[in-house]
């Protein structure tokens, strides 16, 4: 096999990654939120009723910004009915997942969350704008964010949060694009609608984050006319526009499920382009970021038949992926993609954060473990904090079914305050071990700290209930550098961690 090959030199570098980019999503949907983060009788759960056991895998994950509370949910979400005395709070029909919201864990719980998370957790609030509209964006506002001396600030007080929850980042509701989504807009309605909010929500403060509703998917009908048309309508009101993406092996193709970072790529470049288009038509100055408010690995096609056949239960047992290796590598190489465009991609949210999709499992009474997924994310974002390099890798290349041929490599690398290199990298491959070689040029690393692989005999291979620990990353060794040179071997289908100071 020939070697893969990229030069990594500081003077070339792509932006600086946000903190924001290892955001992960609790939805009311399932067991994420039920059974999930909130569990009060379980032998970890603290007086809020928060599971101990989960607080601490998130903390581990390297979880940044958490958004709240859907998702498909937030298009039937009615604020009020998740404050005040749980006793008082009513149970509702969830619409988006055929299941009964009991309202135990609302607003005040988010926050208490992401307080015992710790100080790195920031909120990402989405407001109704499927079945409500501006009136009750205010009103949530008001109650979160307004100190005091107003009927809803003195409410939330009263309902025992006398600070303000202060939460600056704010969706103008989720995948309005989608048929599927309760209030479902053409682009002008929601432009219109998403405009009005964002006006209002700007006259109460103008320091408030928006992020307006992208496309559901890069394959939508409505896909870039969606994009340009909201944002013809909300250039100067908002800050971010959102992109959503799952990917799933379609009939056994499991060379193009590897290559799935090449449509997300692709996504977040045709959306930025579209950002400028209507930038440049506005004369605008300004750059609208990307907030890839959801993204994943999700095995979606089983998803309908799961909730059509649901008769209004509480936090059932929905979505509830189990990953294999060859997921972890795809979400791996997810990640790059995402840090390659760290210039743009300015919020990124792993959807979903426990139970739900999600990398963290947890069991009713029971444990909690990691799936494979939780380890590139956790390893990215403890080493992928810094400013991202430009990497541009010449490759072999195999033939895939969706894209065409796509490199076997795949990868990125982020240069540390300190000056330290961690080089992130997938290969593709699923039967031959990669060579790679990478050339220093300008940057002062002599010696490998440590180079880790998640990959296995068996591609599907998986951490269970029974089994939570089968798969970790393992310790490569043989990776050398010497003279400038970094050469290692990437084992077939692999994700990799190679840090040099
Ligand atoms: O994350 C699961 C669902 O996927 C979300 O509720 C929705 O926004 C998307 O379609």
């Known amino acids: 096999m020939d070697s893969a090959r990229f030069t990594l030199d500081p003077a070339f570098t792509v932006g600086e990654v946000s903190p924001r980019l290892f955001g992960s999503f609790v939805e009311h949907l399932g067991r994420c939120v039920y059974t999930g983060v909130f569990e009060p009788d379980h032998p970890t759960a603290d007086a809020a009723g928060l599971r101990g ?15 709240y509370p859907g998702g498909n949910f937030v298009s039937g979400y009615r604020w009020e009915d998740s404050v005040g005395p749980v006793a008082d709070r009513p149970r509702r029909l ?9 309202n135990r864990f609302g607003l005040s719980e988010y926050l208490a969350f992401l307080k015992r998370i710790g100080p790195q957790a920031e909120p990402m609030m989405a407001v109704n704008l499927g079945t409500r509209g501006v009136a009750e964006a205010l009103e949530l506002q008001e109650y979160a964010n307004h100190p005091s001396g ?28 989608g048929p599927w989504q309760t209030g479902h807009k053409t682009a002008e309605e929601y432009g219109r609608l998403a405009a009005e909010t964002a006006r209002a929500m700007r006259q109460m403060d103008p320091s408030v984050e928006l992020v307006a509703c992208g496309s559901s998917a890069q394959s939508m009908d409505t896909f870039a006319e969606w994009e340009a048309t909201v944002l013809t309508h909300t250039y100067d009101l908002v800050d971010h526009i959102s992109l959503h993406a799952y ?16 449509d997300m790529e692709s996504f977040i470049e045709n959306v930025a382009a579209t950002c400028d288009h209507v930038g440049a038509k506005l004369k605008s100055k300004k750059k609208i970021d990307l907030s890839f ?14 909730v059509s056949a649901l008769d209004w239960p509480e936090a059932p047992r929905l979505l509830e992926d189990s990953y294999s290796v060859t997921d972890a590598v795809v979400l791996g190489s997810l990640l790059i993609a995402l840090l390659r465009h760290a210039d ?18 947890t ?12 380890f590139p994310f956790a390893q990215a974002s403890r080493h992928g904090r810094g400013e991202v390099l430009d990497v541009r890798v010449d490759s072999p290349t195999y033939e895939t079914r969706k894209y065409g041929e796509a490199d076997l490599l795949h990868a990125t690398a982020v240069r540390a305050e300190d000056g330290t290199v961690t080089v992130f990298a997938v290969n593709r491959g699923r039967s031959e071990s990669l060579p790679l070689e990478v050339a220093l040029s300008g940057l002062d690393l002599t010696r490998v700290v440590e180079h880790t ?16 620990d089968r798969v970790t990353p393992h310790e490569v060794r043989g990776t050398a550098l010497t003279d400038g040179r970094l050469s290692a071997t990437l084992e077939p289908l692999s994700w990799n961690v190679i840090r040099l100071a």
């Open 293 to 306: 408010d959801e993204w994943n690995v999700w095995y979606m096609s089983r998803a309908d038949a799961q």
């Open 453 to 468: 692989a998640l990959s296995d005999e068996d591609p599907e291979a998986r951490n269970t209930l029974d089994a939570p």
């Open 53 to 67: 056991d989960v607080l601490d895998l998130v903390r581990e994950l390297g979880v940044t910004t958490i958004r």
């Open 344 to 361: 743009r991609v300015k919020v990124a949210c792993l959807a979903q954060l426990v139970n739900v999709i999600a990398p963290i499992m």
């Open 247 to 262: 990917y799933e092996p379609h009939d056994g193709d499991v060379d193009s499920f590897l290559a799935s970072a090449v």
């Open 150 to 177: 107003t009927a809803l600030s003195d409410l939330r007080a009263a309902h025992g949060d006398k600070e303000p929850f202060g939460i600056k980042l704010w969706c103008l509701g989720n995948e309005m694009d």
């Open 363 to 374: 069991e009713p009474g029971g444990p909690a473990w990691r799936q494979t997924t939780f």
């Open 94 to 102: 969830d619409l988006a997942w055929r299941s009964t919201e009991t």
